[in-house]
């Protein structure tokens, strides 16, 4: 993994209207197991992974990296937003060198608004801490709530490809276009 860039990490928790972004703590790991252990959460992302595997691979604190919160709500995660710089030889050369937007949210948190809420406390956090870069995002076409969020959060579509047996979108934002001021991304 490339770095995020020169950005004080852990940042202060970002409070929005409902929740909280904060980093990893040890009490959130089974919400950590949960949530990539859920077959509804990895219809998209490769399908869930054994409990067993997750639970061998997760360390008892799950360690936080530049980039990626924990969504809380009232006390308790229920999802990650993570902002990602892909490496050059990333596997979707689409993404590779690029911050890339990821989420996952559980099961029960899903059609409340958290994740537009999330995700876009994250990407105003990411437009102070690295001014003007753009972020891409990368989801699949099958994946309509995904598709809605990133037209919602102001994503604009640059092309779309075959991946992982599936018809992915590609799509990128920058802070002023995400206001309606157009401004070149460099993809």
Same mark, same amino acid.
């Given at each position: ?52 595997a997750v639970e061998r ?24 937003? $993570? ?10 050369? $689409? ?44 989801? $699949?076409? /099958? @994946? ?5 969020? /990133? ?13 992982? @047996?599936?018809? $992915? ?12 001021? /157009? ?5």
């Open positions: 993994m490339a770095e995020l860039g020169r950005v004080p990490w852990p940042p202060g928790p970002i409070a929005t209207d409902r929740l909280l972004l904060r980093p990893p703590e040890a009490r959130d790991r089974g919400a950590f197991v949960a949530l990539y252990t859920s077959p509804d959460v990895g219809t998209y992302t490769g399908g869930a992974r054994s409990r067993e691979a997760l360390p008892e604190a799950p360690r936080g990296r530049p980039g990626h919160f924990v969504i809380d709500l009232d006390g308790a995660m229920v999802g990650i937003v $993570q902002l990602e710089r892909r490496d050059l030889d990333y596997e979707v050369r $689409q993404a590779a060198g690029h911050v890339d937007l990821g989420y996952l949210l559980l099961p029960e948190a899903w059609g409340r608004g958290y994740a537009t809420e999330a995700c876009e406390a994250a990407l105003s956090w990411f437009a102070d801490a690295l001014p003007g870069e753009a972020v891409v995002l990368i989801t $699949q076409t /099958a @994946n309509v709530p995904s598709m809605r969020l /990133a037209s919602r959060l102001g994503f604009v579509e640059v092309e779309r490809f075959e991946a992982y @047996n599936a018809e $992915q979108w590609f799509g990128t934002w920058t802070p002023a276009a995400a206001t309606g001021r /157009a401004v070149p991304t460099g993809t």
